[in-house]
């Protein structure tokens, strides 16, 4: 069975942490801070000056406050800063009233289309956040302001988790579930249930069927694609329009999901599940600054 | 700024939606509402705002549909009849369902 670095299984997302080659924290005016914890993972985010310098991108366990501490400890490692090195930190997501050292929680809702800003660029008017647990849809100005979001966590479907129920039935790696969903000659049609639980069961029958691998997967990527498409239909999408989360590494469903609705997708060479962090620490600099000037 | 507190389920789309460009802080919908359904909190979504805004809360977000159900149409309600609706002044609450 394929393990990640801490001995995970294989349907798992693999944990990860990066810095920059091209920063020095040492001439930084501003060490900001943002840790998003989330229901399936935690992302710590530093940025020197409003430049991502370093992140972490860890499991959340089920001790809030401590995964917050795991997050920022890696994300800092080798990098020779310190906690105290951080000039002003911000805690947003499920847990964000957990985090220890954040001077302020803001909600994920506004974290996520300002990280998203700066991510994508300016352009970016929807987004739409595929987490662990829950669904956002998010309208914002070219400033990465809120206009209007509308937030799904009462179903699974269309979450990573949902996903991950599916790599782990059919014992696929999680990274490799999007590209194998698209090795298939023709489209199936998507299973018809909108329930992960009842879904899985749809999927273990046409498994029983003889059905591949690669067209079970495709069947559910389509049906998670059209189920957010149904819940983006409330507040519409305007272009551009980015995908943040796990699930926007997923080929099969972005694809699907792009062309349902027949929209080209901003694209970014950052980690996507860093959005939420990435805006709490864009957050954090903006508050610092402030309580700078107003003395 | 348009926010949407409820949820999409099987069953149909339930979210009570609330522009906060209009909504005032006065508080009236929370008074009249049989279900204590919404609360005044802080603008998360703009620090420069001065007065509170309306939202649903937390626990309410999740089973929104059951928590209105006595002010919905089996009941004899309109939209506009609602509690809440009616007596939001700014015309700030509005309901999907």
Known sequence: MAQDEKGAGYWRWTESRWTSPDLNPKNGEVNSAGVDVGSVSTQAVVMVDGEL???SNMRTGSDSPRSAENAMNWALEDTGLTLDDIHATVGTGYGRVNVPFATKA??????HARGANFMYGPTVRSILDMGGQDCKAIHCDERGKVKAFLMNDKCAAGTGRGMEVFADLLGVHINEVGEMSLQVD???PPVSSTCVVFAKSEAAALLREGWPKERVLASYCSAMAHRVVTLLERI??????AITG???KN???VKRLAEELNIELAKTDMDTQIAGALGAALFARALYEKKMKSG | MQANYGYKDG?????IVIDTERCNGCGDCVEVCPADVLELVEDEFDFEAETPVIAVKAEHAKKIKYSCAP???AAGYTTAELPCVKACEPCAIDHSW
């Open chain 1, 53 to 55: 310098y370093c992140y």
């Open chain 1, 106 to 111: 803001i909600t994920e809702i506004a974290c």
């Open chain 1, 186 to 188: 023709e489209e199936p």
């Open chain 1, 236 to 241: 519409g999408v305007e272009e551009e329009f």
């Open chain 1, 246 to 248: 796990g699930i926007a």
């Open chain 1, 251 to 253: 080929a099969g469903v």
């Open chain 2, 11 to 15: 069953s149909g789309d339930f979210f």
């Open chain 2, 71 to 73: 002010c919905k149409p």
